[in-house]
Every structure is written in C-alpha cells, then in structure tokens.
C-alpha cells in the first residue's frame, strides 16, 4: 500500500515539473528574440520536460511492457530532439538567417563612440 502510493506520487511529481519544463520552454518560443535563441530554449526545455514526463509515465506503469516501450521512446526522444534542433539550425544559417546580437537588441549596449583625445 505504502508503496503504491509513493510511486504514485514520484510519477505524479514527475509528469508535473516535466510539465513546467514544456510551459517554460513554450514562454521562451514567444519571449526570445531571434531563431537560433528559440531554437535553443525549447530544444533544452523540450528534451528535458518531456523527458521527466515519460520517466513519470515509467514510475507510474510499474514494472510492465507498457513501461519498456516508455524507455525506448526516452532513448529516442533524448537522441532525436538534440539532432533535429541542430538541423534546423544548420538550415536557418544556410539560408542565411542571422543571430540577433546583444548590440543588435539593444542600443544602449553599444559601445560608445571615443572622443576624440587632445595632443
């Protein structure tokens, strides 16, 4: 009894921070400024929520082939989503999108002009 509801519970808490993790990375598409530092939050967020979400479900389903198929897709989905991230960003720099830099966001960063020193 005890044990049921432990693992219960630690699935439960897992699927929840995974879920954090997803509406993180879900802010961080629509905050970022340009492609390469969304690319970036929702690749780390993405792997990582729903990586803690399929470990949940694993925790949940208990010692089962539901849970070895679980294992299987957290194999590949850990393998894939880096891969993908970094093949769309190939592709965007192919295209020839450019990084948004900190200068470029913001004026105030800029270096400001030297006066000119007297002899």
Known sequence: MTFELLRHW???????VGSLFMIIGAVG??????VFTRMHGS???DTLGGGLILLGL???????????????L???FGLMSPVATHAIARAALHAGVKPVLAEDADPEARPKEDAPSKP
Request: net charge positive; no cysteine.
């Open 43 to 45: 690749s780390v967020s």
């Open 58 to 72: 694993i925790v949940l389903a208990g010692v089962s082939l539901v849970a070895v198929k679980l294992i299987f």
């Open 10 to 16: 630690l699935g439960g808490g897992l699927v929840l």
């Open 74 to 76: 957290v194999l590949f």
């Open 29 to 34: 598409l629509i905050r970022l400024p340009d």
